[in-house]
């Protein structure tokens, strides 16, 4: 990453997209034309500050994450799909970002995007929610995979792994999926939380574990690593399925690339002495299936994988268990407010009464009362009545 290369250096986006491609001629990577049309290539935070027409958002830290990640499909014909798209501005500037970009599809359930209009033929809009299937199969009934695909639609935690579990699988391989406005993911209204595990968050942590698979699922008890979300959210999603090469998270947004078809990882040693440590145990191996298969026996922790399909059996339970009590608290709240506010009424109630009975014991005490007597006696003979 150029991040590391250029530590302590003017945090420049022309600059540091040029270091960039120097390092990747360095690399071998790209070639002396090819660096040479990228380098007249405007940064996409050029492109961003000098667009006109329709506004578009984005926050600083993406500009550089997307010049990194994005540059090599600059000269080639890929398709795009951005969910949320809102004023329409991100849009043209994909559109003047990937100059080749052959499709250029947005979706956002705002109905007022209807009126979007665009000069950019290569742009198509389409309205409604972009996890119902009536939206999910227009998008992908003319354009059947992505290049690119980025989330920039609700941010709501269940929206953004709903959204993964649907297009992850319609991304190319070696395509990039990503996912803008994670700061939501602590926000309870977007049904996030700091200590929230099954936050947006808390699922890309795990699914960052899902590169190194080979290491770990080899010999290894069935079990769906992602299955809490999969539970939670009710959504078809299961580690064994994911092809993912890399995951990288800068501030609030997350760049999660497809593995290519068929790549096998093996351990490259090279040189002839090895003074400190024998490297020659491992030079029979071909690729990590042997590497795993030989660890299994000489040196696998077992307990790792009981603790792991402990966390997934356990974790929903602790999240209901804790939704529960909370629940219990509240309305073990709301009970003592009312059982406060029936002692206060009660308390009033003998304080009215208490007054009233020594307003009757005032006229039953008085002279005039006591002087009355016979009268009240006499009415009461006239009437029948006892004296
Ligand atoms: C942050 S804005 C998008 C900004 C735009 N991408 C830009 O760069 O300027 C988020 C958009 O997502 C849309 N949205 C929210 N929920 C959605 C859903 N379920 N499907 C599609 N779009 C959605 C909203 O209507 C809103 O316009």
């Known amino acids: 990453m150029l991040n590391n290369v250029s530590a302590g250096a003017p945090n420049i986006p022309e600059l540091n997209s040029g270091l960039q491609l120097i390092v990747e001629m360095y690399r071998g990577n790209a070639s002396r034309k090819k660096a040479k049309t990228f380098m007249a290539l405007p940064t996409l935070r050029k492109i961003f500050d000098e667009h006109k027409r329709f506004g578009s958002d984005k926050w600083t830290s993406y500009f550089e994450t997307y010049d990194n990640h994005f540059n090599r499909y600059r000269d080639k014909a890929i398709t795009l799909l951005e969910i949320g798209i809102q004023n329409g501005g991100s849009l043209e500037i994909w559109g003047k970002y990937f100059p080749k970009a052959t499709r250029i599809l947005g979706c956002d359930i705002e109905e007022k995007c209807r009126d979007l209009t665009f000069e950019d033929p290569r742009i198509e809009v389409f309205v409604g929610d972009a996890n119902s299937p009536s939206i999910y199969d227009s998008l992908i009934k003319d354009t059947p995979s992505f290049d690119i695909i980025v989330d920039d639609g609700s941010h709501i935690v269940e929206d953004i792994i709903r959204s993964f579990a649907m297009y992850f699988p319609k991304l190319k391989p070696g395509g990039v999926y990503?996912?803008?406005?994670?700061?939501?993911?602590?926000w309870p209204q977007w049904g996030g939380g700091t200590d929230l595990?099954?936050?947006?968050?808390?699922?890309?942590k795990l699914l960052a574990d899902v590169p190194n698979k080979e290491f770990w699922r080899d010999g290894r008890p069935d079990f769906n690593l992602l299955e809490p979300f999969a539970?939670?959210?009710n959504v078809d999603i299961d580690d064994a399925d994911l092809n993912i090469d890399e995951i990288s998270f800068s501030n609030s947004v997350c760049v999660i690339r497809k593995g290519e078809d068929g790549f096998?990882?093996?351990r490259h040693i090279t040189g002839t002495e090895f003074r400190v440590q024998d490297c020659n145990w491992l030079l029979p191996l071909s690729g990590t299936r042997e590497l795993v298969e030989q660890l299994n026996v000489s040196g696998r922790r077992p307990e790792s994988t009981d603790m792991q399909r402990e966390f997934v059996t356990v974790l929903p339970?602790?999240?209901k268990n804790r939704a529960e009590l909370a629940n219990l608290r509240e309305q073990l709240a709301a009970s003592q407010h009312h059982a406060?506010?029936?002692q206060q009424a009660l308390e009033r109630k003998e304080q009215a009464l208490a007054n009233v009975e020594s307003r009757l014991s005032a006229v039953y005490a008085s002279t005039s009362w006591r002087m009355t007597k016979p009268i009240r006696a006499g009415v009461a003979l006239l009437r029948g009545g006892k004296r």
């Open 178 to 186: 990503v996912i803008e406005d994670l700061h939501t993911s602590y």
């Open 197 to 204: 595990t099954l936050s947006s968050m808390g699922f890309l």
């Open 231 to 233: 539970k939670r959210y």
């Open 264 to 266: 096998e990882n093996r």
């Open 317 to 319: 339970e602790v999240l």
């Open 340 to 342: 406060e506010n029936l």
